[in-house]
DNA sequence: ATGCGTACGGAGGTAGCATCCGTTTTGCTG
DNA sequence: CAGCAAAACGGATGCTACCTCCGTACGCAT
């Protein structure tokens, strides 16, 4: 199907626009109400019929997905900087906190993020993301665990899980205070007990 | 508030039909579709109005207070168990499973009750059980605390937020396995690492 | 300029929430 | 036992949001 989108005749003109004019106000929406905002109202602000956004964006996941993939190009840039630095343990570190503040752009995002993560239905479309962001996350475990300074038992996907959860719980209001001795506990959990003084 | 319904003139019979009849379909509905359930359906299937349900519990939290409460019985005699055990540190981790086991009754309920744990809202009805639980919890931690079998820079609250997070995730349909290792991670965060080897 | 085909958009049917008020039930009292 | 006042009932109601369907308008290639 996106076979037969790029081997069609171009895209008309309004099309792109709407798109984009939708892109834009869906993210802002989200931003002020959390992923459960009226997508009815997107679309009026937008200026397109309620018929426009369910053709261009069939279920609400898809344009989340479709919002986020604006989004996770702050997270490659990001990317970008952790694998210059050396200890990849600080990597790891800074590796959970993006994805955490991926997660918790929105808020209520965790949830579909989780229920696309168990990834059953293959059209849904957040699953793609979730994958990509586990694999690295595995990425980044292994090389901190080759140093040593990650217990062997963690997988990339506990964090992954542990990143979900901070994300979640700062999404429901939390303070900041709490929230990050909850990530020290964490860290705490990962970490291999060194016996190195300081 | 409680004194008030004791000096008042006895409850009608119906009233107490009705409760009870409101608090047992609540019950149904929310095990099988998660706290979002639709009320109108639970007073339907009660053989009650709508208006008599809204009169009984005003809001959703409330009814789901309600339907908690009946709930809570079970956590309080999971809790005399553990207060037998000697060791405090296995009482704590119990103590964890308990309460993690009380937040994913219902799939969904960790959200409604992390809301109340803020509690800036004092007549929020779900806040005063959030209270009671992170007391208890930090009474744990303090005894295990003594034991040196905690790191001391743990507090109840945290245990609180950490259990209530395995909650949500299980809430969404993630399988067991990855979430025993997620509790084996958090686990991990708040023992204190022991000298004595087995 | 014209016509074809795609995309638009709003009307409309459904579902759930929360409220209000005329009616019924209850239990006390004479 | 009958009658009455208070209390509770319950459904009709107005609202918001979801999602679909189809007559219409618009963009583009000729």
Redesign the interface.
Known sequence: MSAGELRGRKPRADVQRNRAALLETAQRHFLQHGVGTSLEAVAKEAGVGPGTLYRHFPTREALLAAVLQTRSEELVARQADIEQLDDPAEALEQWLRAMEDYFSAFSGLP?PL??A??AQEPDNPLTIPCDILISATDEYVRAAQLGGRV?V???G??LF??A???A??KG???EEE?LD??R???????RE?DNIQV
Chains 1, 2 share one sequence.
């Open positions: 949830d989780m229920a993560a168990r217990r038992s963690v997988r996907h506990d899980l542990a979900c959860s901070v979640w719980i429901t209001g939390t709490p001795r909850l020290t506990l964490i860290a705490s959990g990962y007990r």
